[in-house]
């Protein structure tokens, strides 16, 4: 199911201070900037902020995204292994699906299908 690790996300109370903090850290500038996401590529893999909001907790406030084939039967396949579905699959943009579960130990396992 999981092919390789493609993106981990930080959820981050501040996002300019995140994405300024980041930037001098690597000396890379992100790829994609908007209000409610930053990315940047770090050699092939995808180092993302997200903006903290209700919904994070201890234990998943960092998300490591593994790259799938067909997102919609993997998160069905998760889900009927015991994983909680937190975001279910959602069009982002440029044909990117993502989601969201959390396994039986409270973590939180990311999927993502496209590009």
């Given at each position: 199911?999981?092919?390789?690790?493609?993106?981990?996300?930080?959820?981050?109370?501040?996002?300019?201070?995140?994405?300024d903090?980041?930037?001098?850290?690597?000396?890379?500038?992100?790829?994609?900037?908007?209000?409610?996401?930053?990315?940047?590529?770090?050699?092939?893999?995808?180092?993302?902020?997200?903006?903290?909001?209700?919904?994070?907790?201890?234990?998943?406030?960092?998300?490591?995204h593994?790259?799938?084939?067909?997102?919609?039967?993997?998160?069905k396949?998760?889900?009927?292994?015991?994983?909680?579905?937190?975001?279910?699959?959602?069009?982002?943009?440029?044909?990117?699906?993502?989601?969201?579960?959390?396994?039986?130990?409270?973590?939180?396992?990311?999927?993502?299908?496209?590009?």
């Open positions: 199911m999981f092919k390789k690790l493609r993106t981990v996300i930080y959820n981050v109370p501040d996002l300019q201070q995140a994405k903090w980041y930037s001098k850290l690597t000396g890379v500038q992100p790829y994609f900037d908007e209000a409610f996401y930053v990315g940047f590529d770090l050699n092939g893999c995808e180092l993302g902020l997200h903006p903290q909001d209700e919904t994070v907790t201890p234990g998943n406030q960092t998300v490591s593994w790259a799938v084939d067909d997102i919609e039967n993997c998160v396949q998760l889900a009927a292994q015991g994983a909680k579905v937190l975001y279910d699959t959602s069009e982002v943009g440029g044909g990117i699906k993502v989601a969201t579960v959390i396994d039986p130990w409270g973590n939180a396992v990311g999927l993502i299908e496209g590009a």
